[in-house]
């Protein structure tokens, strides 16, 4: 595939630093190119990196811009990763477990079936090791990251049919992605991967037979809930499905230690920005789709308990032959132990008992 197929010629925007006072762009300005991976119809999504976009032209004073360019659905993440190296963008904005088919290791950066919520996600990265670890990981690809957006924990997708045991995943075609599709196989199913532009219509004819995509606001906007009643949750592969912006190290070096805290402080404020929008409109949507239909079913106790089994066998077959792996998920895997210690005694139970109050 040739690298100039990564972005789309009409992209999502322009330059979006407009701005500034005319004095100041009439000097010369740092131009960054960024493609944007995630699909349009992610509109929490593209508002953050738009706001990043924007907030670099303000931080900056107009001296460093960037321009957005919408990402190729057909472009590989290989060929996405190459243009990065290259040179021929700057900034990558995107899904890490997208990226396992290069090395599974990128998926600590983003979400991991049974891993950390988006707390503890962005805890691990900015207090714990997680940054460090990961950066040093990323320096071998000749990327610099920064964590950038969150939809929190996501649903379990849209299934034709209902689900009582595991074994009601023998056979069931369903698109998934990242290392949930490696657990998903390993349980009997079949991991399908589809241009967004047609699942509606894979699920409705019956050639798949679920759906896993984002959450209530995001899956209603596609229109799964026409094709498929039964809608299931937790998304146990999502617990917290961070996106990142990756930089090109070489971008990153030319710029002046104050545009380089500019992107990363950009980054912060459209991390934040992301979750928080996801948190306003997911009640809303979630709302909308039991109006209209959509049964909403927890994945049976057994389902969860086999999915676990099995993404911990991953793991341990992952620490055998993927060094990478073994260092990076050694740390994570201890954080979440103690995240989750703190959160079960006061955290899950101050939740637990204002969600069954009468508010």
Not at 178 to 206: D, I, K, W
Not at 223 to 251: D, F, K, M, T
């Amino acid at each position: 595939m040739r690298r100039r197929s990564v972005v789309r010629q009409a992209g999502l925007a322009g330059v979006l630093a407009t701005l500034s006072p005319p004095a100041v762009q009439a000097q010369s300005a740092v131009r960054w190119r960024l493609v944007a991976t995630c699909h349009p119809l992610l509109d929490a999504v593209a508002a953050g990196v738009e706001l990043f976009a924007r907030e670099v032209a303000l931080l900056s004073g107009g001296r460093l811009q960037v321009s957005i360019q919408a990402g190729d659905e057909a472009a590989t993440p290989a060929s996405l990763l190459e243009a990065l190296q290259q040179g021929e963008i700057d900034a990558l904005h995107v899904v890490p477990g997208h990226f396992v088919g290069i090395d599974e290791v990128f998926a600590l950066d983003g979400a991991i079936p049974f891993g950390l919520n988006s707390r503890q996600m962005t805890a691990w990265q900015l207090e714990g090791n997680g940054l460090k670890l990961m950066r040093e990981f990323f320096a071998a690809h000749q990327v610099v990251n920064f964590p950038m957006g969150n939809s929190g924990v996501q649903m379990g997708g849209w299934f034709r049919r209902e689900l009582q045991t595991p074994a009601d995943l023998q056979g069931l075609r369903m698109q998934i992605g990242g290392l949930a599709a490696r657990v998903l196989q390993s349980l009997g199913g079949v991991p399908q991967q589809l241009p967004t532009a047609e699942l509606v219509g894979a699920l409705e004819r019956g050639a798949i037979d679920a759906v896993e995509w984002v959450g209530p606001h995001d899956d209603r906007k596609l229109g799964l809930s026409r094709v498929a009643r039964n809608y299931y949750y937790p998304g146990w592969w999502e617990g917290g499905s961070q996106l990142s912006l990756y930089c090109s190290a070489r971008s990153m070096r030319a710029l002046s230690a104050e545009h380089r805290a500019v992107v990363e402080a950009a980054a912060s404020m459209a991390h934040a920005v992301i979750q928080a929008r996801y948190d306003v409109l997911n009640p809303q949507a979630i709302k909308q789709l039991v109006a209209a239909g959509a049964r909403v079913k927890a994945f049976p106790p057994a389902f969860m308990d086999a999915a676990f089994k099995a993404s911990a066998a991953l793991y341990a077959e992952l620490g055998h032959r993927n060094p990478g792996w073994r260092r990076i998920y050694s740390d994570y895997a201890g954080f979440r132990r103690e995240q989750n210690l703190w959160y079960r005694l006061a955290e899950s139970s101050f939740d637990r008992y204002m969600q069954s109050a009468r508010l």
